[in-house]
């Protein structure tokens, strides 16, 4: 079957695969530092409201996008636009973005497989929080071995998308998603038995809505955009491997419950771990992973030291999976633009994105240890990649798309996509159509200010 024609073979495949790529390290991450900053239950009522009128419509419109041209983004952005030329050069967002991003989430990514590692050999045993605060900045400051564990996981990734879009990417995501959600459902049963587990579930479920601000609103409604991993055309590239007799609007909300779920169930996870070891606050981002959680596992085990490293292990072993089912859509959305539009085969296509996110990867990895002091508008190369995707070309690109479907694309062809040709009914397209003319903009620019700091 040619590549142009390819689509999943399944929809359980597609929505796998759909949700693989919302789901990642942000939501292991991201979710419990933005909850714990942001005043707990509150926050997420607010986080859930705007995944419902922002992300989800943002997700419809990349979807419908990709399916109605089929062959890729360009495609689906001229021919939906009537012929305009213009649109074509949207086809190239996804490659700028999905290497840049995948360059410096591939760091991240090879971070998860060392302590992986270290939780598999023990390595943690032993160690006391200072030991844990070392032992990270050493490692993610040495020059070689992040680059081993970087091109390890790019290998890795590039291996499965070059088997194509159903024996790679679906068959890949019918295999890692259910085993991510195996290793979330026993990892939250063993944290109900810990004994902060009751403070952590009552600031995960009862709501303190004194604590909320404007700011926690904004922060709400950025978490639910940035977690769907909306504007990259990220799903726009996955869009066009859907069916013609899948229902959009339907996948799209099961899509975003499931990633909804896994971001809940993670802070199910973090939130009665941290409250077990006195002095502990759950938003510290990136470093409660490397550094707080390690220190955590082996404390409230530490009268079992057999559950401290299965509970260390299973944990690095989940942000392994969430890591890869990501970093495959970034890889796909980059590297389908070669293999479509220049003829490559499959494999040298994604050889290529490989090579060239490896090379920038390195750059990234640098900035944290021989080249930390080298900076560019005063941010460090691993900084500047995750400001230029997630400020700038996140929140440009959702506003785009919502303004090309909203007021560019004649209504009827939209109408006529979600609703399969007028064969499904779909009650809620008045409502979804008001959001990406207005509703979703105004949130987009909002947001878009908010992380510019200038709002």
């Not at 290497?99 to 971070?111: K, Q, T």
């Not at 090579?355 to 002091?373: E, K, Y």
């Amino acid at each position: 079957m040619s590549e142009s024609k390819t689509n999943f073979g399944s929809k359980i495949g597609a929505i796998l695969a759909a949700a693989g790529s919302a789901v990642g390290l942000g939501n292991v991450w991201r979710f419990p530092t933005e909850t714990g900053a942001n005043g707990g239950a509150a926050f997420i009522l607010i986080y859930v409201f705007f995944m419902i009128v922002l992300g989800v419509p943002v997700m419809i419109s990349e979807l419908a996008i990709g399916r109605y041209g089929q062959k890729n983004v360009s495609h689906s952005f001229f021919t939906m636009s009537g012929n305009k030329k213009m649109w074509a050069y949207m086809g190239w967002f996804p490659v700028v973005a999905g290497i840049l991003v995948l360059s410096y989430y591939a760091v991240v990514a090879g971070w998860t497989l060392e302590y992986a590692f270290q939780a598999g050999i023990n390595g943690f045993a032993g160690k006391n929080a200072t030991d844990y605060a070392n032992d990270f900045v050493a490692f993610s400051s040495d020059p070689v071995k992040p680059l081993l564990w970087l091109g390890l996981i790019l290998a890795f990734t590039g291996v499965i998308v070059a088997c194509g879009v159903q024996k790679g990417i679906e068959r890949g995501a019918k295999i890692m998603m259910p085993v991510l959600f195996l290793c979330i459902a026993i990892l939250v049963f063993c944290s109900f038995t810990l004994p902060g587990a009751s403070k952590g579930l009552s600031f995960l479920f009862h709501p303190d809505f004194s604590k909320v601000t404007g700011s926690t609103i904004l922060s709400a409604m950025g978490q639910a955009f940035f977690s769907l991993s909306v504007g990259i055309c990220c799903l726009c590239t996955y869009g066009c491997y859907f069916r013609k007799d899948v229902n959009l609007m339907k996948d799209s909300l099961s899509v975003a419950g499931i990633d909804t779920l896994v971001a809940l169930m993670s802070g199910l996870i973090i939130f009665p771990a941290v409250y077990s070891v006195q002095g502990l606050e759950p938003n510290a981002g990136p470093a409660l992973v490397f550094i707080t959680l390690p220190n955590v596992f082996q404390q409230v085990f530490s009268g079992v030291p057999a559950l401290a490293y299965g509970f260390s292990l299973l944990f690095y072993l989940l942000l392994v999976m969430a890591a890869l089912t990501s970093s495959i859509s970034m890889l796909e959305m980059s590297a389908a633009i070669f293999i479509r539009k220049f003829k490559m085969s499959r494999t040298l296509g994604c050889l290529m994105v490989v090579a060239i996110c490896f090379l920038l990867g390195m750059i990234c990895s640098f900035s944290f240890g021989i080249w930390s002091d080298v900076t560019v508008c005063s941010l460090g190369f691993f900084d500047l990649f995750d400001f230029i995707v997630a400020k700038l070309l996140m929140p440009i690109g959702a506003l785009i798309i919502c303004l090309f479907l909203g007021w560019v694309v004649d209504e009827k062809i939209l109408r006529n996509e979600l609703t399969n040709g007028g064969t499904l009914r779909q009650p809620l397209y008045p409502l979804y159509r008001a959001c990406i003319r207005y509703f979703a903009p105004i949130c987009i620019t909002l947001i878009f200010l908010n992380e510019l700091g200038l709002f």
